[in-house]
Protein backbone atom coordinates (compact mmCIF):
# COMPACT_ATOMS: atom_id res chain seq x y z
CA UNK A 1 0.00 0.00 0.00
CA UNK A 2 1.10 3.29 -0.94
CA UNK A 3 0.76 6.83 0.49
CA UNK A 4 -1.85 7.57 -2.15
CA UNK A 5 -3.20 4.29 -3.14
CA UNK A 6 -3.30 0.17 -3.12
CA UNK A 7 -0.10 -0.82 -5.11
CA UNK A 8 -1.30 -3.06 -8.08
CA UNK A 9 0.84 -4.80 -11.16
CA UNK A 10 -0.60 -3.08 -14.31
CA UNK A 11 -1.32 -6.52 -15.75
CA UNK A 12 -3.50 -7.25 -13.00
CA UNK A 13 -4.80 -3.34 -12.80
CA UNK A 14 -6.06 -3.81 -16.43
CA UNK A 15 -6.75 -6.75 -16.76
CA UNK A 16 -9.49 -6.45 -13.58
CA UNK A 17 -10.91 -3.23 -15.27
CA UNK A 18 -11.31 -5.31 -18.72
CA UNK A 19 -9.23 -4.43 -20.83
CA UNK A 20 -8.17 -7.91 -21.66
CA UNK A 21 -6.15 -11.26 -20.20
CA UNK A 22 -2.81 -9.98 -18.51
CA UNK A 23 -1.16 -11.37 -22.04
CA UNK A 24 -2.95 -8.56 -23.86
CA UNK A 25 -2.23 -6.16 -21.66
CA UNK A 26 1.37 -6.94 -21.50
CA UNK A 27 1.33 -7.18 -25.17
CA UNK A 28 -0.41 -3.20 -25.32
CA UNK A 29 2.09 -2.36 -22.87
CA UNK A 30 4.90 -3.43 -25.15
CA UNK A 31 3.38 -1.88 -27.85
CA UNK A 32 3.38 1.68 -26.21
CA UNK A 33 -0.12 2.25 -25.84
CA UNK A 34 -0.14 2.34 -21.88
CA UNK A 35 0.90 5.92 -20.65
CA UNK A 36 1.07 7.37 -16.84
CA UNK A 37 1.81 10.62 -16.64
CA UNK A 38 3.02 11.22 -19.85
CA UNK A 39 5.53 8.25 -19.91
CA UNK A 40 4.95 5.29 -21.57
CA UNK A 41 5.13 1.83 -19.59
CA UNK A 42 6.53 -0.51 -21.53
CA UNK A 43 7.14 -2.70 -18.03
CA UNK A 44 3.35 -4.61 -17.70
CA UNK A 45 4.93 -5.94 -14.01
CA UNK A 46 5.68 -2.27 -12.82
CA UNK A 47 3.19 -1.25 -9.34
CA UNK A 48 1.15 1.39 -10.32
CA UNK A 49 -0.57 3.14 -7.27
CA UNK A 50 -4.35 2.99 -7.74
CA UNK A 51 -5.04 7.15 -6.76
CA UNK A 52 -8.85 8.50 -7.18
CA UNK A 53 -6.93 10.61 -9.84
CA UNK A 54 -5.44 7.80 -11.58
CA UNK A 55 -8.03 7.89 -14.69
CA UNK A 56 -6.83 11.45 -15.42
CA UNK A 57 -3.22 10.41 -15.55
CA UNK A 58 -3.03 7.41 -17.78
CA UNK A 59 -4.28 6.81 -21.17
CA UNK A 60 -4.54 3.25 -22.58
CA UNK A 61 -4.64 3.99 -26.59
CA UNK A 62 -4.54 7.63 -26.53
CA UNK A 63 -8.13 7.26 -24.31
CA UNK A 64 -8.27 8.58 -20.52
CA UNK A 65 -8.26 4.94 -18.27
CA UNK A 66 -11.51 4.17 -17.52
CA UNK A 67 -12.29 5.37 -13.33
CA UNK A 68 -10.22 2.76 -11.01
CA UNK A 69 -12.15 0.00 -8.54
CA UNK A 70 -14.74 2.56 -6.71
CA UNK A 71 -17.12 3.19 -9.41
CA UNK A 72 -20.47 3.95 -8.97
CA UNK A 73 -22.50 5.54 -11.06
CA UNK A 74 -26.02 6.74 -12.25
CA UNK A 75 -28.09 5.21 -14.64
CA UNK A 76 -31.48 6.20 -16.54
CA UNK A 77 -33.18 2.81 -16.85
CA UNK A 78 -35.20 3.14 -19.31
CA UNK A 79 -38.16 0.88 -20.06
CA UNK A 80 -37.93 -2.69 -21.54
CA UNK A 81 -34.17 -3.55 -19.82
CA UNK A 82 -33.79 -5.77 -17.27
CA UNK A 83 -31.67 -5.20 -13.58
CA UNK A 84 -29.95 -9.08 -14.14
CA UNK A 85 -26.76 -10.84 -14.85
CA UNK A 86 -28.40 -13.41 -16.37
CA UNK A 87 -32.18 -12.99 -17.30
CA UNK A 88 -33.04 -13.19 -21.36
CA UNK A 89 -33.94 -10.02 -23.26
CA UNK A 90 -32.14 -6.79 -22.70
CA UNK A 91 -30.32 -5.90 -19.73
CA UNK A 92 -29.12 -2.82 -17.95
CA UNK A 93 -25.23 -3.69 -18.02
CA UNK A 94 -25.29 -3.71 -21.72
CA UNK A 95 -26.26 0.10 -21.73
CA UNK A 96 -22.42 0.39 -20.26
CA UNK A 97 -19.25 -0.36 -22.21
CA UNK A 98 -18.95 -3.47 -23.21
CA UNK A 99 -15.53 -3.89 -20.69
CA UNK A 100 -16.97 -3.02 -17.78
CA UNK A 101 -19.05 -6.40 -17.70
CA UNK A 102 -15.65 -8.16 -17.88
CA UNK A 103 -14.43 -5.59 -14.02
CA UNK A 104 -13.28 -7.29 -11.09
CA UNK A 105 -14.91 -6.63 -8.54
CA UNK A 106 -17.95 -6.76 -11.11
CA UNK A 107 -20.58 -4.10 -11.12
CA UNK A 108 -23.58 -4.65 -9.43
CA UNK A 109 -27.50 -2.68 -9.67
CA UNK A 110 -28.20 -1.15 -5.70
CA UNK A 111 -31.42 -2.78 -5.77
CA UNK A 112 -33.51 -3.26 -8.72
CA UNK A 113 -36.55 -1.64 -10.83
CA UNK A 114 -38.71 -4.26 -12.60
CA UNK A 115 -38.72 -4.51 -16.28
CA UNK A 116 -41.63 -1.94 -16.57
CA UNK A 117 -40.33 0.72 -14.09
CA UNK A 118 -37.55 3.61 -15.78
CA UNK A 119 -35.73 5.95 -13.55
CA UNK A 120 -32.77 6.49 -10.98
CA UNK A 121 -30.81 3.24 -10.66
CA UNK A 122 -27.53 3.57 -8.55
CA UNK A 123 -24.40 0.66 -10.10
CA UNK A 124 -21.44 0.29 -8.01
CA UNK A 125 -18.21 -1.84 -8.05
CA UNK A 126 -18.50 -1.13 -4.08
CA UNK A 127 -19.59 -4.04 -2.03
CA UNK A 128 -19.53 -2.08 1.17
CA UNK A 129 -21.17 0.62 -0.04
CA UNK A 130 -24.01 -1.48 -1.73
CA UNK A 131 -25.08 -2.96 1.27
CA UNK A 132 -24.83 0.53 3.23
CA UNK A 133 -27.37 1.87 0.90
CA UNK A 134 -29.90 -1.28 0.89
CA UNK A 135 -29.43 -2.06 4.32
CA UNK A 136 -33.01 -1.46 6.07
CA UNK A 137 -31.29 0.11 8.42
CA UNK A 138 -30.31 3.07 6.37
CA UNK A 139 -33.97 4.01 5.66
CA UNK A 140 -32.70 5.65 2.12
CA UNK A 141 -35.46 6.84 0.46
CA UNK A 142 -36.54 6.21 -3.01
CA UNK A 143 -39.11 8.35 -4.63
CA UNK A 144 -41.32 7.20 -7.30
CA UNK A 145 -43.93 8.96 -9.39
CA UNK A 146 -46.63 6.49 -9.98
CA UNK A 147 -49.43 6.99 -12.84
CA UNK A 148 -52.49 5.49 -11.96
CA UNK A 149 -55.71 3.34 -14.25
CA UNK A 150 -58.31 5.00 -12.45
CA UNK A 151 -58.36 8.47 -9.83
CA UNK A 152 -57.55 8.45 -6.73
CA UNK A 153 -60.41 7.44 -4.15
CA UNK A 154 -59.17 9.79 -1.33
CA UNK A 155 -57.51 7.80 1.53
CA UNK A 156 -55.07 5.79 0.24
CA UNK A 157 -52.02 8.42 1.60
CA UNK A 158 -53.21 7.43 4.86
CA UNK A 159 -53.82 4.20 4.39
CA UNK A 160 -50.03 3.93 3.01
CA UNK A 161 -48.72 6.60 6.50
CA UNK A 162 -50.62 4.20 8.59
CA UNK A 163 -47.67 2.03 9.08
CA UNK A 164 -50.20 -1.06 9.31
CA UNK A 165 -51.00 -2.10 5.75
CA UNK A 166 -50.43 -5.63 4.69
CA UNK A 167 -49.35 -6.87 1.28
CA UNK A 168 -50.81 -9.86 0.56
CA UNK A 169 -49.27 -12.65 1.51
CA UNK A 170 -46.99 -11.07 3.65
CA UNK A 171 -47.25 -10.98 7.84
CA UNK A 172 -45.13 -8.04 8.36
CA UNK A 173 -46.74 -4.49 7.52
CA UNK A 174 -45.14 -1.92 5.41
CA UNK A 175 -43.19 0.92 7.19
CA UNK A 176 -45.53 4.18 6.56
CA UNK A 177 -44.77 5.42 3.08
CA UNK A 178 -44.89 8.91 2.53
CA UNK A 179 -47.63 10.40 -0.82
CA UNK A 180 -48.07 13.67 -2.45
CA UNK A 181 -51.30 13.80 -4.98
CA UNK A 182 -49.87 15.49 -8.04
CA UNK A 183 -53.67 14.64 -9.47
CA UNK A 184 -56.81 12.67 -9.90
CA UNK A 185 -54.95 9.91 -11.07
CA UNK A 186 -50.91 10.53 -10.35
CA UNK A 187 -48.61 10.84 -7.11
CA UNK A 188 -45.28 10.74 -5.98
CA UNK A 189 -44.50 7.90 -3.20
CA UNK A 190 -41.62 7.66 -1.19
CA UNK A 191 -40.62 4.67 0.34
CA UNK A 192 -37.69 3.31 2.68
CA UNK A 193 -38.06 -0.06 2.16
CA UNK A 194 -37.72 -2.03 -1.10
CA UNK A 195 -39.86 -5.26 -1.68
CA UNK A 196 -41.28 -6.80 -4.50
CA UNK A 197 -43.09 -4.82 -6.44
CA UNK A 198 -43.75 -2.73 -3.60
CA UNK A 199 -45.83 -0.18 -5.16
CA UNK A 200 -47.49 -1.61 -7.47
CA UNK A 201 -49.23 -3.87 -4.55
CA UNK A 202 -49.84 -0.94 -2.43
CA UNK A 203 -52.00 0.41 -4.92
CA UNK A 204 -53.57 -2.55 -5.98
CA UNK A 205 -54.34 -3.23 -2.32
CA UNK A 206 -56.57 0.00 -2.30
CA UNK A 207 -58.47 -1.07 -5.85
CA UNK A 208 -56.13 0.84 -8.24
CA UNK A 209 -53.62 -0.15 -10.47
CA UNK A 210 -50.39 1.48 -11.78
CA UNK A 211 -49.87 2.10 -15.09
CA UNK A 212 -46.86 3.72 -15.36
CA UNK A 213 -43.80 4.01 -12.35
CA UNK A 214 -40.57 5.82 -12.72
CA UNK A 215 -38.09 6.44 -9.59
CA UNK A 216 -36.78 9.90 -9.52
CA UNK A 217 -35.08 9.87 -6.61
CA UNK A 218 -32.68 8.00 -4.25
CA UNK A 219 -32.26 10.24 -1.01
CA UNK A 220 -31.81 13.38 -1.71
CA UNK A 221 -29.77 12.34 -5.21
CA UNK A 222 -32.47 13.10 -8.32
CA UNK A 223 -31.81 11.89 -11.36
CA UNK A 224 -30.96 15.36 -13.52
CA UNK A 225 -33.26 16.33 -16.47
CA UNK A 226 -30.76 16.01 -19.04
CA UNK A 227 -29.36 12.36 -18.22
CA UNK A 228 -31.96 11.21 -21.36
CA UNK A 229 -33.01 6.86 -20.64
CA UNK A 230 -30.17 4.36 -21.31
CA UNK A 231 -27.61 7.10 -20.07
CA UNK A 232 -25.13 7.48 -16.81
CA UNK A 233 -22.90 9.40 -15.19
CA UNK A 234 -20.37 8.93 -12.91
CA UNK A 235 -21.03 9.57 -9.16
CA UNK A 236 -18.56 11.53 -7.17
CA UNK A 237 -17.86 11.53 -3.26
CA UNK A 238 -20.45 14.47 -3.34
CA UNK A 239 -23.38 12.68 -5.25
CA UNK A 240 -22.84 9.66 -2.55
CA UNK A 241 -23.24 12.14 -0.02
CA UNK A 242 -26.81 12.92 -1.42
CA UNK A 243 -27.99 9.46 -1.10
CA UNK A 244 -26.80 8.10 2.13
CA UNK A 245 -27.77 10.04 5.24
CA UNK A 246 -26.04 11.20 8.03
CA UNK A 247 -24.75 9.04 10.59
Not at 106 to 121: F, H, I, N, P, Q
Amino acid sequence: MSKGGPMLRLDRLLANMGYGSRREVQQMARAGLVVLDGEIIEDAEQRIAVTPDLSGRMRIKGKPLDPPPGLTLMLHKPLGVTCSHKEAGPLVYSLLPDRWRRRDPALSTVGRLDKETSGLLLLTDDGGLLHRIISPRAHVQKRYHVTLDRPLRGDEGAVFASGTLLLEGEDKPLLPVQMEVLSSTSAYVILTEGRYHQVRRMFASVGNHVTALHRDRVGDLALPDDLAPGQYRILGDADLALVLPPK
